[in-house]
């Protein structure tokens, strides 16, 4: 059993920043996520959920969304089984329930298909 958990959302004004955070666990994933790419998604309402941000098992991989390079930042910490996304300059447009998902692949895809596990979701509100 694999569990992803996210938190860190909330209500933040135009300009303002936030930090989500994902802890990972489970009785043999909590060994194996140092191996595993691990990657943040988002759904608006109305909207099909896209892909956010990315990250490789090591870390020293990444790949963003056009809509929030040079504003968010994917990270990990291995040791703590946690992956983080900063985002910065936030905008409206921003606001979306946002994912956590552990890929089954070691590096970074931004493809959905290719996670297979998920979190419940964190909702981040962006107010103009």
């Known amino acids: 059993q694999v569990q992803l958990v996210e938190s860190g959302g909330g209500l933040a004004q135009a300009g303002g920043s936030l930090r989500l955070s994902c802890a990972a666990s489970g009785r043999t994933f909590s060994n194996t996520f140092r191996n595993t790419g691990m990657g943040w998604f988002r759904q608006a309402p109305g909207k099909e959920r896209e892909f956010v941000a990315g990250?490789?098992?090591?870390?020293?991989?990444?790949a963003y969304a056009d809509s929030v390079k040079d504003r968010f930042i994917i990270s990990r910490n291995n040791a703590k089984n946690t992956v983080y996304l900063q985002m910065n300059s936030l905008k409206p447009e921003d606001t979306a329930v946002y994912y956590c998902a552990a890929s089954r692949k070691p590096g970074v895809t931004s493809t959905p298909a290719l996670y297979g596990y998920w979190g419940q979701g964190t909702q981040v509100t962006v107010s103009s």
């Open positions: 990250i490789s098992w090591s870390g020293s991989n990444t």
